[in-house]
């Protein structure tokens, strides 16, 4: 059979194209997100860029969707507990009643608001708490009657509490709460209040 030469320069070229896509490397779309993030971002008052660079944990979370090889969460789950700071006078728990109001609030923290200002945990955000509030998130578990489910305020349960919410992922490398003591959005005093929502007997997360 006589072929066109037309056609045979035609293969010729599918075939140098396929090798070519063949030999060339997987394009780096990470890479290429990043810096197109780090391009396009605009920094606006106390929110700039440095708030969505992603830290070791984070790049680590992202690379493995979320599931990174045990050896490696686990490593880096040790090194976020290590970054806790707990209160020099030891106490872990504060005010319930300041933790409620703490837990409702969304206030501060964006582009508008004056830096310094209290931010809110918007804890109801993402959890049941008191069951006075009916209106909450579900992507975290039900806190509701947290204490009381965890044998109350012992030294290790407070201190278990003060450490998850100063730093989530302590306890879960790549866990969806935020690191409130971590990244400076909760005080020293904040967490405190928090910790005695969730376990003072008083609180209503335990009546
Ligand atoms: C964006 C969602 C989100 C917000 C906001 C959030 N959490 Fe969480 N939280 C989670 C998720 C998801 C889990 C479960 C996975 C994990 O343990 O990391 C969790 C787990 C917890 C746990 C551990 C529960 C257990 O059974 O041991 C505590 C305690 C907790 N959160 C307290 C808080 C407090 C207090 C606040 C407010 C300062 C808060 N969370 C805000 C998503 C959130």
Same mark, same amino acid.
């Given at each position: 059979?006589?072929?066109?030469?037309? +056609?045979?320069?035609?293969? %010729? !070229?599918? !075939?140098?194209?396929?090798?070519?896509?063949?030999?060339?490397?997987?394009?780096?779309?990470?890479?290429?997100?990043?810096?197109?993030?780090? @391009?396009?971002?605009?920094?606006?008052?106390?929110?700039?860029?440095?708030?969505?660079?992603?830290?070791?944990?984070?790049?680590?979370?992202?690379?493995?969707?979320?599931? &990174?090889?045990?050896?490696?969460?686990?490593?880096?789950?040790?090194?976020?507990? *290590?970054?806790?700071?707990? &209160? !020099?006078?030891?106490? /872990?728990?504060?005010?319930?009643?300041?933790?409620?109001?703490?837990? =409702?609030?969304? *206030? #501060?923290?964006?582009?508008?608001?004056?830096?310094?200002? &209290?931010? #809110?945990?918007?804890?109801?955000?993402?959890? =049941?708490?008191?069951?006075?509030?009916?209106?909450?998130?579900?992507?975290? &578990?039900? /806190?509701?009657?947290? #204490?009381?489910? @965890?044998?109350?305020?012992?030294?290790?349960?407070? *201190?278990?509490?003060?450490?998850?919410? +100063?730093?989530? *992922?302590?306890?879960?490398?790549?866990?969806?709460?935020?690191?409130?003591?971590? %990244?400076?959005?909760?005080?020293?005093?904040?967490?405190?209040? /928090?910790?005695?929502?969730?376990?003072?007997?008083?609180?209503?997360?335990?009546?």
């Amino acid at each position: 059979m006589n072929r066109h030469p037309a +056609y045979l320069m035609l293969g %010729v !070229a599918a !075939a140098s194209l396929f090798s070519s896509v063949a030999l060339a490397a997987e394009p780096d779309w990470r890479g290429e997100a990043i810096a197109m993030l780090k @391009r396009d971002f605009q920094s606006m008052g106390q929110a700039s860029y440095e708030r969505i660079h992603e830290d070791d944990l984070q790049a680590l979370c992202n690379k493995y969707s979320n599931t &990174p090889p045990e050896k490696a969460a686990a490593k880096m789950m040790a090194a976020q507990l *290590k970054t806790v700071k707990y &209160p !020099a006078d030891g106490q /872990l728990m504060g005010d319930w009643k300041v933790g409620e109001k703490i837990a =409702q609030s969304g *206030k #501060g923290f964006t582009w508008t608001d004056e830096p310094g200002i &209290p931010v #809110g945990g918007n804890c109801y955000n993402c959890h =049941q708490i008191s069951p006075k509030e009916i209106s909450y998130g579900t992507l975290g &578990p039900s /806190l509701f009657n947290f #204490g009381k489910l @965890r044998g109350g305020p012992t030294p290790e349960m407070q *201190k278990y509490a003060y450490s998850k919410i +100063y730093n989530s *992922k302590s306890y879960n490398t790549c866990s969806n709460m935020p690191r409130f003591g971590h %990244v400076g959005a909760l005080n020293e005093g904040q967490i405190k209040d /928090l910790v005695a929502l969730l376990l003072d007997p008083e609180s209503p997360v335990n009546k």
